[in-house]
């Protein structure tokens, strides 16, 4: 059972426009939600987190939403530049770290010149 | 940002012979460390928690006997595959948190690319 979802497996966003990659959750237990890039035969590398006491958090071109009752949150890049093409990972953890990551299947960022 | 450190970036191995796998934290002292696997297109998914000086916690479906995890030093967790199958060819990537750093953020290693021949 897939309890972190990203249902988009790829997407493909102009040079200059707004990325938007969506992440869905089933666990109400998760209060930590990371998310990580990575490129092919690499390790990923965090980018942004975001408490499930904030529902916002920005950082530089990225910003993180969280929607708690809809189970729902978001990365958004802005403005989107060649470098971000890349898969994007959603994660979340529960209690306060002491457990792994359940990581969602990952989306394709294309971004297009 | 911390700096976790895996070894080697790839490897290939004949099935039936063991592989280990290094994970060092460079710059801080991990107390836990995790090791995850990739499929191809699929998502990484936690194989066991490495604890200093006790032994690892498996997930459900992974084979202790097979996957061997020590962890000897705050710096250092090895996995080792016994007795490797082509199944068991992935990508294997190990993280640490930083027990300085905010919450619950986790550096990942560059990763082990396995292929068992």
């Known amino acids: 059972d897939q309890q972190v979802k990203q249902n988009s497996p790829s997407l493909s966003v102009q040079e200059g426009r707004i990325s938007i990659l969506n992440c869905d959750y089933t666990?109400?237990?998760?209060?930590?939600f990371l998310w990580y890039k990575k490129y092919p035969a690499e390790g990923p590398t965090f980018l942004i987190s975001?408490?499930?006491?904030?529902d916002k958090n920005e950082d530089g071109r990225f910003t993180v939403f969280l929607n708690k009752s809809a189970k729902h949150l978001s990365l958004h890049i802005v403005p989107s530049q060649p470098g971000d093409s890349a898969v994007y990972f959603c994660?979340?953890?529960?209690?306060?770290?002491?457990?792994?990551?359940?990581f969602g299947k990952g989306t394709h960022l294309i971004i297009q010149p | 940002g911390a700096v976790v450190s895996q070894h080697p970036s790839w490897v290939i191995c004949k099935s039936g012979t063991s592989v280990k796998i290094e994970c060092r934290s460079l710059?801080?002292?991990?107390?836990?460390m995790f090791w995850y696997r990739q499929f191809p297109k699929q998502s990484l998914m936690l194989m066991a928690t490495?604890?200093?000086?006790?032994?690892?916690?498996?997930e459900q479906g992974v084979e202790k006997d097979k996957f061997l995890i020590n962890h000897a030093s705050l710096t250092l967790s090895t996995l080792t595959v016994t007795s490797a199958h082509p199944e068991d060819s992935s990508f294997y990537i190990c993280?640490?948190?930083?027990?300085?750093?905010?919450?619950?953020?986790?550096?990942f290693g560059q990763g082990t690319r396995l292929t068992v021949v």
């Open positions: 993280s640490a948190r930083d027990p300085g750093g905010w919450d619950t953020e986790a550096f």
């Open positions: 666990n109400s237990m998760f209060d930590y």
């Open positions: 975001i408490s499930s006491i904030k």
């Open positions: 994660a979340a953890n529960k209690g306060g770290g002491a457990d792994g990551l359940t």
């Open positions: 710059d801080f002292q991990a107390t836990t």
């Open positions: 490495s604890n200093e000086g006790s032994k690892a916690t498996y």
